[in-house]
């Protein structure tokens, strides 16, 4: 079979529109991620023999009318369609349009929105034919087989659909996460075949960077955060060594220029034994590169030392508050003990931290937000991010809040401004959406312009150019965001 895997366009004349990242939106600082979890499935689905188009409408600025007619031309049999909160109703529209368009080909969403909402979303459009609950991979080759031997899909778990001969809505069981990471081919592969990689920025990370995964699941139990809780799960599964260092010896052979790799696991760090092995095998095998991860704030300096030494620069760590008690409802698992020493031997480590900071978690008080502002200054990241609280369906902080009244709208395009920044649309009790939207502006004012994080930048950028580099890289973009602030429309 023929099938097209679509990111569709959306907000084309504002910036590049990243729906893969944890909170979909067009960012400051020029952040512009890989349609990462799409180009899996693509490969996957390639793998078993299938004629496979991945095409990246934000990545290449695409209008509908040109992606459309690409589409057209490769008469794809099934549309795989991605989505995200602040863009479904855009979605929707341009699935359906395709639909319109190519009436025989079977069209299909996939993503974090549609596995929250998936009788929701279909109910938006009628030609939509169906949604993926969960990891798109085994569910869309199941769908294949059955669509090719005209099966009823009523049996297929992970699946939401449309049934046409009475058009009701069917949701299926949800299906068992995926165990053997390893049968699902490199995603790299992918990227060199149907994507170019230069189009892809990451501002705490050097250009071009090149995304890959080395697990799957979170074993954490935050409340916010939205992949762990509805794509990949709660359990945690991971490549073997082999696959992954394999993986990123291809990357050096094939990426010329390569500034670094990206390890997006929700936490990368989530086992400090298997970190450990990863870094000797990395030193054994001498492969030189460097390359990042998601971590949390508990790793030692014998660990991050080894790190290091194995080509690690960067680590991206939620600190999220200055509040315990705030940690503690957040589920985070973590106390606020552990991050003064984990950022002073981080430093010792080598290691630079991308730190981020959230308000709006249950509970906060001005008192808290003024915590989180004063513990970033006192951590000092490399990089900090402030964001207010976003909250998205399928995640417990969403119920929650949806439960008490505390989301401002129903509307999901509201999450995002005009202009496709982020939007806070949750009101707490004691702090309106807006007061943390300034607050967190306000943050970045006195982090980034403090006269010592400047005089540090600069000797950065002396020592290191290619730090330096990234670091004038993303202040382009973020400079206006910086000195003028977030406007709520």
């Known amino acids: 079979m023929r099938l097209a895997f679509i990111n569709p366009p959306f907000l084309n004349r504002h910036g590049r529109y990243s729906r893969e990242q944890r909170s979909p939106a067009i960012t400051k600082s020029g952040t512009f991620y890989y349609p990462m979890w799409l180009s899996y499935a693509a490969g996957f689905m ?4 299938h004629e496979v188009r991945l095409l990246d409408a934000p990545a290449k600025k695409l209008p509908p009318e040109l992606l459309s007619d690409q589409i057209e031309r490769f008469k794809p049999d099934i549309v795989v369609v991605a989505t995200s909160t602040p863009s479904i109703y855009g979605d929707v529209s341009y699935a359906a349009s395709l639909k319109d368009l190519l009436p025989e080909s079977f069209v299909v969403l996939v993503g974090v929105h549609v596995t ?3 009788a929701e979303t279909l109910s938006l459009d009628e030609s939509i034919d169906a949604a993926v609950i969960g990891e798109y991979e085994p569910v869309l080759s199941e769908l294949t087989q059955r669509l ?3 099966r009823d899909l009523s049996g297929v778990p992970g699946l939401a659909f449309r049934r046409r001969s009475d058009n009701a809505l069917v949701v299926n069981d949800s299906r068992e996460p995926l165990k053997d990471l390893d049968s699902i081919p490199w995603v790299t592969r ?8 230069r189009d892809y920025f990451y501002s705490g990370n050097l250009f071009p960077i090149v995304v890959m995964v080395s697990s799957r699941g979170c074993p954490n139990r935050c409340i916010f955060c939205s992949y762990p809780q ?8 991971t490549r073997s060594m082999e696959d992954v260092i394999g993986e990123m010896e291809f990357i050096v052979r094939e990426f010329s220029p390569l500034g670094e790799i990206m390890f997006e696991d929700d936490t990368f760090t989530a086992n400090r034994e298997r970190t450990i092995r990863f870094c000797e095998e990395i030193l054994r095998r001498e492969l030189k590169v460097k390359w990042s991860c998601n971590a949390r704030a508990d790793l030692d300096e014998k ?8 080509g690690c620069r960067s680590l991206l760590v939620g600190f999220e508050s200055g509040s ?5 409802r957040m589920k985070k698992g973590t106390s606020l003990g552990i991050y003064k020493q984990f950022m002073a031997e981080s430093k010792k480590a080598g290691l630079l931290v991308n730190g981020a900071f959230l308000v709006g978690m249950p509970g906060e008080t001005v008192e808290t937000m003024e915590k989180t502002l004063a513990m970033a200054k006192s951590l000092n990241p490399d990089v900090a991010q402030f964001f207010p609280v976003m909250v998205y369906p399928g995640t417990r902080l969403h119920d929650l809040y949806l439960e008490n009244g505390y989301i401002s709208s129903s509307n999901y395009r509201d999450y995002i401004t005009e202009e496709g920044l982020h939007r806070c649309i949750v009101n707490l009790p004691n702090i309106s959406a807006v007061e943390m939207v300034e607050f967190c502006d306000r943050c970045r004012r006195e982090f980034y312009l403090r006269p010592g994080y400047v005089g540090y930048k ?4 002396i020592r290191d150019p290619a730090e330096g580099i990234r670091t004038l890289k993303a202040f382009r973009k973020f400079a206006k965001h910086l000195f003028f602030g977030t406007r709520m429309r």
């Open 190 to 197: 992918t990227y060199r075949k149907h994507l170019d990689y």
């Open 46 to 49: 390639e793998s078993l023999g």
């Open 324 to 328: 315990q008690e705030l940690l503690d």
């Open 303 to 310: 660990t991050m030392k080894l790190m290091q030494r194995a």
């Open 458 to 461: 600069f000797a950065q950028l």
């Open 116 to 118: 929250a909402l998936p």
């Open 230 to 237: 509805t794509v990949t799960g709660r359990a945690w599964r």
């Open 148 to 150: 090719g031997e005209g």
